[in-house]
């Protein structure tokens, strides 16, 4: 079973840092192109941050643009996102979200349960 | 980018037909055949139930179908049961520099 575990969510201050890691297992973690997409309570999904299979092409929502550094490595099947300069905004559940490289299909499928961020003083 | 257009609310009773529509820009939704929708329960993740437009993953329910005429995309649930009540979500693909973008999301009731 394709399975994606999010980890390291928690409270920080306005201004603080976080790394989020996301663990994959039952799929070939190097062949899928990996992405965040985050949920703030009550609102709609909002796509954060990807990266190629390889790691050599990174993409960032303008929201997160020089805050945010998004980071895999394919020998530990696990993806990061390392958050800094946090603000009360980015308040949200962040979902660890994959897509097959393989074919032309743009699906993003599997997704993580989710991890949430809480910024708050 | 900003995020496509949906309905807030649309609801049905069981055995009922309901239509979602998303509408885009010639950037993302008209301009790609890449529109996937995703069926949202509370506190639970994001699941997909079509993508590519109108293709159904295996172990979706027949009565999830999706289209797309020029700069919008539709899902129809046929035959509603109160399973069906979440929020749904669409998703364009919209190139290299700015790969997708979200729907506003619409809650569906089954009455």
């Known amino acids: 079973e394709m399975q994606l575990v999010e980890s390291g969510g928690g409270l920080v201050q306005p201004g603080g840092s976080l790394r989020l890691s996301c663990s994959a297992s039952g799929f070939t973690f190097r062949t899928y192109a990996m992405s965040w997409v985050r949920q703030a309570p009550g609102k709609g999904l909002e796509y954060v941050s990807a990266?190629?299979?390889?790691?050599?092409?990174?993409y960032y929502a303008d929201s997160v643009k020089g805050r945010f550094t998004i980071s895999r490595d394919n020998s530990k099947n696990t993806l990061y996102l390392q958050m800094s300069s946090l603000r009360t905004e980015d308040t949200a559940v962040y979902y660890c979200v994959g897509r097959p490289v393989a074919g032309t299909s743009r699906r993003l499928d599997p997704w993580g349960q989710g991890t949430l961020v809480t910024v708050s003083s | 980018q900003s995020a496509l257009t949906q309905a807030r609310s649309v609801s049905g009773s069981p055995g009922q037909s309901v239509t979602i529509s998303c509408t885009g820009t010639s950037s993302d939704v008209g301009g790609y055949n890449y529109v996937s929708w995703y069926q949202q329960y509370p506190g639970k993740a994001p699941q997909v139930v079509i993508y590519d437009v109108s293709q159904r993953p295996s172990g979706v329910p027949d009565r999830f179908s999706g289209s797309k005429s020029g700069n919008t995309a539709s899902l129809t649930i046929s035959g509603l049961q109160a399973e069906d009540e979440a929020d749904y979500y669409c998703?364009?693909?919209?190139?290299?520099?700015?790969?997708?973008?979200f729907g506003t999301g619409t809650k569906v009731t089954v009455l």
């Open positions: 990266i190629s299979h390889n790691g050599d092409r990174t």
């Open positions: 998703c364009s693909y919209g190139g290299s520099y700015n790969p997708y973008v």
